[in-house]
């Protein structure tokens, strides 16, 4: 192995580890919005009152979105991974 192949390895290494770093950032906002939205959701049901049902089916829908963007953003890192 040449020292130009060794430094082409180590950019491509580099960009897999950037690749992986990213797809843990994205995941962990994703959990954040989620949270978020959802504890906003809580507090509005209880200072309305009225129409809990709806706030439930809304916090569900937030939950199952937030749920498939980690799911993809899990597959992602993972093929990130196996390209290493």
Do not use: E
């Not at 959802?38 to 507090?43: F, K």
């Amino acid at each position: 192995m040449t020292d130009k192949d060794f430094a082409i390895a180590c950019l491509l290494l580099q960009d897999q580890q950037r690749l992986i770093a990213a797809g843990r950032v994205q995941r962990w906002d994703v959990v954040k919005w989620v949270a978020a939205v959802n504890l906003g959701l809580a507090t509005a049901s209880i200072v309305i009152g009225k129409s809990t049902g709806l706030f439930f089916l809304f916090s569900m829908l937030v939950a199952a979105a937030g749920a498939y963007f980690v799911y993809h953003y899990n597959q992602r890192t993972t093929g990130a991974r196996g390209k290493t």
